[in-house]
Nanobody, 124 residues
Framework: QVYLVESGGGLVQAGGSLRLSCAAS????????MGWFRQAPGKEREFVGG????????SYADSVKGRCTISRDNAKNEVYLQMNALKPEDTAVYYC?????????????????WGQGTQVTVSS
């Protein structure tokens, strides 16, 4: 079992920045990929970005590319999502996810473990 806890969400004005954190614990040696997803009210949960736990490679959704950066602290088993130039349409609950796939997947079914989510609200 892998346990994930997100933090760092909040209310920010358009154009502002936030950094979300995801702390992983448990059987973290089973993790190959970490992903960030978001879900806005009335919408499907969508992929935001992901990182290969082994080599640190990253991939991002087109909607956030150039505005978001994923990084990690191996010693702390933490992954971060730095979000800049935030827009009202970025408002959503953001989830951290972990999975055994060796490649970064946009598909939520590829991730077996999920955090509880953290709310991000961007005001115009």
């Amino acid at each position: 079992q892998v346990y994930l806890v997100e933090s760092g969400g909040g209310l920010v004005q358009a154009g502002g920045s936030l950094r979300l954190s995801c702390a992983a614990s448990g059987r973290t040696f089973t993790i190959y990929t970490m992903g960030w997803f978001r879900q806005a009210p009335g919408k499907e949960r969508e992929f935001v970005g992901g990182m290969s736990w082994r080599d640190g490679g990253t991939s991002y959704a087109d909607s956030v590319k150039g505005r978001c950066t994923i990084s990690r602290d191996n010693a702390k088993n933490e992954v971060y999502l730095q979000m800049n130039a935030l827009k009202p349409e970025d408002t959503a609950v953001y989830y951290c996810a972990a999975g055994p796939s060796p490649t970064i997947s946009y598909y939520r079914g590829s991730y077996h473990f999920w955090g509880q989510g953290t709310q991000v609200t961007v005001s115009s």
